[in-house]
């Protein structure tokens, strides 16, 4: 379990934009942009393989929290569509569901995380599904919040890929 809270905590540079944008501008600003996203990656390394050892680790003798209903396994089957859509939508420039959403890669790490929250019931599901689940609803509010401060406008946006 410290293995997958360690690769949790070093994964959350992806957060930098949500809670310290002046330090990460400030960093890339007095080191370079090359640096920087060095840095980034290389937490971001360090963290999911923790994160992937962590959470694997458990599973064996699991702490259970609760017992999901089964059909919520069924749900969160029929969740994890949608979710897909919307991540792989964040990488399409041009189409309507962009367009609309603005970030849809964020909703659908909230979609599948919450997916996955539904159907399992043990410790470290929690800690990975729930801490993906604020990270998203974080991110997707701060982006939000810079979109109005840079008064971002989207168009229409295509139905077509």
């Known amino acids: 379990m410290t293995a997958l809270i360690l690769g949790l905590l070093f994964f959350s540079t992806h957060s ?14 007095h080191y370079g942009l090359a640096k920087w996203k060095l840095a980034y990656s290389l937490a971001s390394a360090i963290g ?11 599973r064996l003798d699991p702490l259970v929290l609760w017992a999901p209903a089964p059909w919520t396994q069924h749900l969160a089957t029929v ?9 792989a939508a964040a990488y399409v420039p041009g189409t309507r569901l962009r367009a609309k959403l603005g970030h849809p890669m964020v909703l659908g790490v909230q979609l599948w995380a919450l997916a996955h929250l539904l ?15 604020v990270w998203a609803i974080a991110s997707f509010v701060a982006a939000r919040r ?10 229409e946006g295509a139905l077509g890929w």
Not at 48 to 58: C, K, N, T
Not at 79 to 87: G, M, N, V
């Open 16 to 29: 930098a934009r949500i809670f310290a944008e002046d330090n990460r501008a400030q960093y890339i600003a």
């Open 48 to 58: 999911l393989g923790l994160i992937v050892w962590g959470y694997g680790a458990p």
């Open 79 to 87: 969740l994890t569509l949608p979710a897909f859509i919307l991540i």
């Open 119 to 133: 159907a399992n019931g043990a410790l470290a599901d929690l800690l990975l599904f729930g801490c993906f689940l």
């Open 146 to 155: 810079r979109d109005r401060a840079q008064r971002v406008v989207r168009g």
